[in-house]
C-alpha cells in the first residue's frame, strides 16, 4: 500500500543554518504530496504541495521538489528562523484512503538564536 | 478563512466512559476525517466523511464510531474509552478530491 518515510527527528539547527527534511513515497500511480507544519499547541497547517512529478511547491522561504525518478518530496529552507521551531509532516493523498492523507510520523525542528 | 473547530483542547476521562468529540468546520466543506496523533507514528486516520450520514473506516477504527448528522459537524464517539486511546485527536476537512484539508487544533485526551 501506499506510504510514506521521513527522516527521524529531531533536527537541531543554529538560526541561518541550511534545512533538509527528507521524504520518500511508496505509491501507486501519480499521488499528489504535501508538507504540513505544526506549531506548539496548535493544528496542522498546510505549508506547500505539489500535484505532479517535477512540480515544486514553496512557501515562507520553505521549498520541495516532487522527484518521481526517486519517488522524493525533501523539504528544504536556505536560512532557518527560530519560529521556524515546529514538527514537520510529509503527506500524500491516495491509496484505498480516497481523499484522505498518508503521513510520515512527523520530524521535530528546533532553532536556536 | 476556513475555520475547524473542535470542542474540547483538553478532556480527562475514565475508562469504560463514553466520550464525544466534537468537530465543527464552516466553510461547508463535503468531507471530514478524524485522525488520531502518537509520538513516533505520525498522524493515523480513523474514519472519514464524504457527506451527511456517509462514513468510511480509516486504518484504525477498532473502538470508535462517528456521526455525521449536520454536514458542518462530525462527532467522534469513543463508546468505551480505554487508556490505549490516551492521544491527540485531529479533525479536518476539505473539498473535492485535489483540495488541501484544513485541520483543528485538536484535542488532548487522557483515558485514566
Known amino acids: 500500500g501506499n506510504s510514506v518515510t521521513q527522516m527521524e527527528g529531531p533536527v537541531t539547527l543554529s538560526e541561518e543554518a541550511f534545512l533538509t527534511i527528507n521524504c520518500t513515497y511508496t505509491?501507486?500511480?501519480?499521488?499528489?504530496l504535501f508538507w504540513y507544519v505544526q506549531y506548539p499547541g496548535e493544528g496542522l497547517q498546510l505549508l506547500l504541495k505539489?500535484?505532479?512529478?517535477?512540480d515544486k511547491g514553496s512557501n515562507k522561504g520553505f521549498e520541495a521538489t516532487y522527484r518521481k525518478e526517486t519517488t522524493s518530496f525533501h523539504l528544504e529552507k536556505g536560512s532557518v528562523q527560530v519560529s521556524d521551531s515546529a514538527v514537520y509532516f510529509c503527506?500524500?493523498?491516495?491509496?484505498?484512503?480516497?481523499?484522505?492523507?498518508?503521513f510520515g510520523k512527523g520530524t521535530t525542528l528546533s532553532v536556536s538564536s | 478563512d476556513v475555520k475547524v473547530t473542535q470542542s474540547s483542547r483538553y478532556l480527562v476521562k475514565r475508562t469504560g466512559e463514553k466520550v464525544f468529540l466534537e468537530c465543527v468546520q464552516d466553510?461547508?466543506?463535503?468531507?471530514m476525517f478524524w485522525y488520531r496523533q502518537d509520538p513516533g507514528l505520525g498522524l493515523r486516520l480513523i474514519y472519514f466523511?464524504?457527506?451527511?450520514?456517509?462514513?468510511e473506516k480509516g486504518d484504525i477504527p477498532e473502538g470508535y464510531s462517528v456521526s455525521r448528522e449536520k454536514k458542518e459537524r462530525f462527532s467522534l464517539i469513543l463508546e468505551s474509552a480505554s487508556t490505549n486511546q490516551t492521544s491527540m485527536y485531529l479533525c479536518?476537512?476539505?473539498?473535492?478530491?485535489?483540495?488541501?484539508?484544513?485541520f483543528g487544533p485538536g484535542t488532548r485526551l487522557t483515558v485514566l
Open positions: 503527506a500524500l493523498r491516495g491509496g484505498q484512503a480516497g481523499t484522505a492523507l498518508i
Open positions: 505509491a501507486t500511480g501519480y499521488p499528489s
Open positions: 505539489a500535484t505532479k512529478a517535477d
Open positions: 466553510m461547508d466543506h463535503e468531507n
Open positions: 466523511s464524504y457527506d451527511v450520514k456517509m462514513k
Open positions: 479536518a476537512s476539505n473539498e473535492g478530491t485535489y483540495n488541501e484539508q484544513f
